[in-house]
């Protein structure tokens, strides 16, 4: 018999960018992720939720390769790119827009307060 779980103590997102961090933090441990959560706060949505999110948002054309590229090397970093500094100001406007697009998708899903 297949149990389904309930989220009803499940904590949603703030906003795009902290569920993008979390995202990428937990690709990176997710081999050594406990199953059972002791470790940390339940989430809303599963890792293949976020992924299935971002790549339907990318075939669709409303992230581009460039912000998905820049989503990348500045959440490796683990922040945003920063407007004010002369040569990540592209990268923040494209940040951004990205972050922008995916809170509404992610909104409309329930996933973000």
Request: overall charge positive; proline content about 1%; aromatic content about 12%.
């Amino acid at each position: 018999m297949i149990q389904t779980q309930t989220v009803y103590n499940a904590e949603k997102f703030q906003n795009a960018e902290q569920m993008w961090f979390w995202f990428l933090y937990s690709k990176s441990v997710r081999n050594g992720f406990v199953h059972n959560n002791i470790c940390g706060t339940k989430r809303i949505c599963e890792l293949v939720d976020v992924e299935t999110l971002i790549t339907k948002l990318y075939l669709s054309g409303k992230i581009t390769d460039e912000q998905l590229s820049v989503m990348k090397k500045f959440g490796d970093k683990r922040r945003a790119p920063h407007q004010y500094i002369w040569h990540e100001n592209h990268a923040a406007d494209q940040w951004k827009r990205a972050m922008d697009t995916i809170n509404d998708a992610a909104r409309a899903r329930g996933w973000i307060e």
